[in-house]
C-alpha cells in the first residue's frame, strides 16, 4: 500500500498540515501536550502567542479577519500565528492537544 501523503495548506496566518507524519508529532511530544475542547458554537479568537495544534476530533471553519476561511478536522496538525484575529466556526463538537509558544 502506498504511503498517505501529507498535505498542507496556508491561508494567512494558519497552515494545516492533513495527514502529519507521526514521527514528527512524536518529536514535538503532541501526546504530552494539554487538551481543551469545546461543542458547536461561533466566537471571535486572537492569537497573543503562537500555537499549534492536533484536532482529536472534530469539524471546524476559522476564517482570519478579512481573509477566507480554513477548515480542518480530526488527525490535522495547525498552526495559527501570533497576531491573527479570527472566527471560529465549530461545527462538531471538538477537542485538541495544544502547545503555545
Known amino acids: 500500500m502506498p504511503p498517505v501523503l501529507t498535505q498542507k495548506a496556508m491561508a494567512a496566518g494558519i497552515t494545516v498540515t492533513s495527514n502529519p507524519d507521526p514521527a514528527e508529532l512524536q518529536s514535538l511530544g503532541v501526546t504530552s501536550w494539554p ?43 495547525v498552526v495559527f500565528e501570533q497576531g491573527l484575529s479570527c472566527t471560529w466556526d465549530v461545527h462538531a463538537p471538538m477537542r485538541k492537544h495544544y502547545r503555545f509558544g
Do not use: I, N, Q
Open 35 to 77: 487538551t481543551w475542547g469545546c461543542g458547536v458554537s461561533t466566537f471571535p479568537w486572537t492569537y497573543d502567542e503562537h500555537e499549534t495544534c492536533l484536532l482529536l476530533e472534530g469539524d471546524v471553519t476559522v476564517t482570519p479577519e478579512g481573509g477566507k476561511p480554513v477548515r480542518f478536522g480530526a488527525g490535522d496538525l
